[in-house]
């Protein structure tokens, strides 16, 4: 879906920093029920997803997830539920922050964007930063 694939190409750039770290890197895509059998109720969670906010595209926001119960579109089935949504029900005492990548383009493609693929390394960058910034805070 275009640039709604820059989380998972982030996650991969800072992945091994990430694990050099001692954080676990799980990119589990649209695989909710995996992410929720690795997941447990006390972890403390960072969640990149690309959003939609009419923001300069590229640009990270950090949304607390105790803050956000209703982040994501709406579910009409359980095939729909969403990690944010599935965590809120079945693992409440899950903290964290959804760090989201602001979107140029969302549409059927398997491309991201020209706006979004030349930032790619200062995103990755940036994501680190922001992880670090609440980490260091805790």
């Known amino acids: 879906m275009g640039d709604d694939g ?14 050099d770290r001692g954080i676990e890197v799980i990119i589990g895509e649209t695989d909710v ?3 929720l059998g690795v997941i447990n ?9 690309s959003t939609q906010y009419g923001i300069s595209p590229g640009s ?3 949304i607390p997830l105790k803050d956000h119960k209703s982040y994501g579109k709406p579910s ?5 539920i969403s990690l ?13 922050y959804i760090i989201g ?28 930063e922001v992880i670090d910034n609440v980490l260091n805070k805790l």
Do not use: W
Request: glycine share 2%; net charge negative; aromatic share 8%.
């Open 6 to 19: 820059a989380a998972i190409i982030a996650a991969g750039k800072i992945k091994a920093t990430l694990i």
């Open 33 to 35: 029920d995996f992410c």
């Open 41 to 49: 109720d006390n972890d403390f969670v960072f969640i990149l997803d």
């Open 60 to 62: 990270i926001s950090l």
């Open 76 to 80: 009409y089935s359980q095939h729909e």
């Open 84 to 96: 944010i949504k599935a965590l809120n029900i079945y693992k409440p005492h899950v903290m964290g």
């Open 101 to 128: 990548i602001e979107a140029a383009v969302i549409e059927f493609n398997l491309n991201l964007s020209s706006q979004i693929d030349s930032r790619l390394n200062s995103i990755s960058t940036k994501i680190i």
